[in-house]
Structure formats: C-alpha cells, structure tokens
C-alpha cells in the first residue's frame, strides 16, 4: 500500500515561487506515474501536472505551463513541485496521486492512490 504525504505550501505574494514535496512510503515507487491536482475554492479537482516512471517524460495543464515544473526523485520516493510566478488563482489545495495504468495521465479518476493535500494560497 502506497502512502502519500504532501508538504511545503504556505501563503505567498503574487509572483513569488514555492515548491511542494511528496513523500511516498510503500514498495514499487518506480510502478507510478506520480501526478499533482488542486481543488481551488468552489471547483471541481484539477490535473496540473505529472512524471512519468523514469521522470523523463512530463505533462502539464495550459494554466502552469512554462511556470510550474514536476520532477521526481525514484532514490528518495520523493515527487517534487516547483511553482514560480504564482498567481492568485493557483490558490488552491494541492494534491499528490499516484497511477499505474490507464489512458491519461490527466485524469483523476485514473489515480488510486492520494495525499491529503497541502494548501497553498497567493495573495495579490
């Protein structure tokens, strides 16, 4: 059984960085691809990025391309977000998941396993 916990939000300023780790406990940590979501206030959960096994390919949503970059770490069982340039409406709580197998790496209801979720939360 894969266990996530995510850490490292906080409250910032528009513009600044931040990044949230995951840390996974359990056996097969190179089975997964590992994926981060966000349920900002009044909406639905959201993809915003994923890693592949190896972390050499990557996937983002439109809205944190260019901005927020995923990476993983299969020695330490550690997935990574690095935020930079946020805005307000990345507020949101943050997700860790993990996903054997399905047809997008994009979609929630591919995931089986998830975090608690950390808040991150920008203020303009």
């Known amino acids: 059984q894969v266990q996530l916990v995510e850490s490292g939000g906080g409250l910032v300023q528009a513009g600044d960085s931040l990044s949230l780790s995951c840390a996974s406990s359990g056996s097969g940590f190179t089975n997964y691809v590992m994926g981060w979501f966000r349920r900002a206030p009044g909406k639905e959960r959201a993809f915003v990025a994923a890693?592949?096994?190896?972390?050499?390919?990557?996937q983002y949503a439109d809205s944190v391309k260019g901005r927020f970059t995923i990476s993983r770490d299969n020695v330490k069982n550690m997935v990574y977000l690095r935020m930079n340039r946020l805005k307000s409406e990345d507020t949101a709580l943050y997700y860790c998941?993990?996903?054997?197998?399905?047809?997008?790496?994009?979609?929630?209801?591919?995931?089986?396993?998830w975090g608690q979720g950390t808040q991150v939360t920008v203020s303009s």
């Open positions: 890693v592949g096994r190896s972390g050499l390919s990557t």
């Open positions: 998941a993990a996903r054997t197998h399905g047809s997008s790496w994009s979609l929630d209801t591919e995931y089986v396993h």
